[in-house]
């Protein structure tokens, strides 16, 4: 049994004793925490929060316990029911609300849930905002309103619809370019959001559908996380033909894969690449991604004569950067998409609509698209550690032994990435365990695997 407490939020396995697992105690103290920071951000102000979930077993529970905690507060409540990440995120602004509550655990199993936490722009707070939640929550810093000043409750079910309107409205969506080529795709959507919003957003785009794992009960079909081991099933039935594209997110719509029509994949870390290639087809600019994503959207972001900047892992990280260089387009490897012309977080369905814009206008099919992108390869490896290990010390080290390489640029924002002229490779502590995330990559896969295993010869020679 697992509960995390983080600055981006609280995340945790349900069942069990109070303090170990995300339950119902944890989940009162994190909120009181949460809605006492935002009081405490616009005093004397009658609050408005949004609350969406995905489709998780445990999400009317937990939705239950987040909102009548909001109202005991004092913040009225306006719950938008099963809702994508960013239909929640575009709730809060399009509500004029102080904030949001997401009630989703991403990408994690059926057993996890978690709260992830939205500023007065449907944004997700940043570290110092986030670090203040946890310390209010760790003080138990908060109290509760009186009988006259309880909050108000109101269901809210047309923001599925509002979102969908507002990708129809963007200006490089191309409506026409996409029904005429009368697309054909399959969708896996793992039991979740996606199985609710994503036919609605079809419907408009003129897009014919057969749905995987489209009920949206919670109890996922496979492991969620949209990656090739775990998609077989969409794979294959691509693979059968008669498709132009397999599409594949996660349980809260904000990552999201692509299936080639010869059925393999079209891979996670070239969603961005491709989209942002379209972007800058139509509207120069600079584009952003983590550390860890591919060097891709580099190169592509070069070829339009533009500018690239990375950023520390993590979306605030991307959008904090984004907005300090006014970037048209950025986002995740991970297959998140932010679009700032819609808002400043990742977004599926804004991904599919210049997904399918881009396939349309170029009169390609999905595997001919791919190919005319940079080859890369990303490895992914960890460095097991004791508790008692001083990563931090470890990580300088490795920066001190290759920044005298003059091949080599060393950047340090988030652990320590080494650019090399052909590859790259990343070394970044994990948050909640004892290890070393290494990711690496390069031409091919196996130069990718074998650059990073040299890196972790490296640490454990300094052990």
């Known amino acids: 049994m697992t ?7 609280i995340r945790g396995t349900i069942g069990g004793r109070a303090g170990d697992t995300l339950n119902p105690l944890d989940i009162v103290k994190f909120t009181s925490a949460y809605a006492t920071f935002i009081a405490r951000k616009h005093p004397g102000k009658k609050l408005k929060i949004v609350v969406g979930r995905d489709a998780r077993i445990s999400g009317p529970m937990v939705k239950n316990v987040v909102c009548g905690t909001l109202m005991g507060i004092g913040a009225d409540v306006v719950n938008i029911g099963l809702a994508t990440t960013p239909t929640t995120e575009l709730a809060v602004r399009m509500s004029g609300a102080d904030g949001g509550i997401i009630i989703t655990a991403s990408h994690n199993p059926r057993h996890w849930n978690a709260l ?6 449907g944004e997700f707070l940043t570290a110092a905002d986030g670090a203040e939640v946890l310390d209010i929550a760790a003080r138990e810093d908060f109290e509760y309103a009186d009988v006259d000043g309880l909050g108000s409750y109101t269901d809210d079910d047309s923001y599925d619809q509002r ?7 963007l200006e490089l969506l191309d409506l026409e370019a996409i029904k005429k080529r009368k697309f054909r795709v399959v969708v896996d959507s793992i039991n979740s959001v996606g199985g609710v919003i994503l036919p609605k957003l079809l419907d408009r785009l003129g897009v014919e559908y057969k749905f995987l794992n489209g009920e949206p009960t919670g109890d996922f079909a496979h492991n969620p996380e949209p990656i090739e081991k775990n998609l077989t099933g969409i794979m294959n039935e691509v693979a059968k033909g008669g498709y132009d594209l397999g599409i594949v997110v996660d349980p809260d719509v904000d990552r999201l894969a ?48 533009c500018k690239y900047y990375a950023a520390a892992v993590g979306e605030v990280n991307v959008t904090t950067k984004m907005k300090e260089v006014g970037a048209v387009i950025g986002g995740e490897g991970n297959g998140g998409v932010i679009y700032p012309e819609s808002h400043y977080g990742r977004d599926a369905l804004v991904g599919i609509a210049l997904f399918l814009s881009s396939l349309a206008q170029k009169g390609l099919k999905a595997s001919e698209l791919r190919k005319t992108f940079p080859e890369y390869f990303i490895a992914k490896n960890r460095i097991d550690l004791t508790p008692e290990t001083d990563v931090d010390a470890i990580l300088v080290r490795v920066k001190e032994l290759y920044g005298k390489e003059k091949d080599v640029q060393v950047t340090d924002i988030d652990g320590v990435k080494l650019d090399f002229p052909e590859a790259w490779v990343h070394l970044r502590k994990s948050n909640t365990e004892p290890i070393i995330r290494v990711y690496s990559e390069a031409n091919t896969m196996e130069a990718a695997d074998a650059l990073g295993k040299k890196l972790m010869q490296v640490v454990y020679d300094m052990q």
Do not use: P, W
């Open 258 to 305: 692509f299936i080639q029509e010869d059925g393999k994949m079209y891979g996670e870390e070239y969603t961005l690449v491709t989209v942002a290639d379209y972007v800058l087809d139509h509207v120069k600019g600079s584009t952003v991604s983590n550390l860890s994503s591919t060097r891709a959207l580099r190169d592509v972001t070069e070829k339009h004569g």
């Open 163 to 169: 979102h969908i309107d507002a990708v129809m409205g």
């Open 116 to 121: 992830k936490l939205l500023n007065e722009e």
């Open 3 to 9: 509960l995390i407490k983080s600055i981006s939020g």
